[in-house]
């Protein structure tokens, strides 16, 4: 399939409101099934990146910078000290928590 062709679809796709999207989805199902198989599949994948995106760190189970303090514990894992933070996340030193 051309790279092309499922680029200006999808650019078109992303022009409309949401009822002429799918209404021209539907045309293009009956269409070119081919090329709606792989442009509904690509924006779904887009759908679940950006909704993936759009999650707050507090809420993905990330914590925020300098959030663990020493004796917290991870499953075996007892927080020692925060070593250092910065652009993708935080070094903690660690220890074994019973040992």
Known sequence: M???IISKTLTRLETLVPDEA???LALLGREDPALFE???GLRATANVAQSFMQTSMPD???HQTGSM???DRIDIWKIN???G???IGEVYEASLADA
């Open 2 to 4: 051309d790279w092309a």
């Open 22 to 24: 799918a209404a021209e």
């Open 38 to 40: 792989r442009v509904e």
């Open 60 to 62: 993905a189970g990330v």
């Open 69 to 71: 303090q020493p004796a």
């Open 81 to 83: 000290a925060l070593l």
């Open 85 to 87: 933070a910065g652009g």
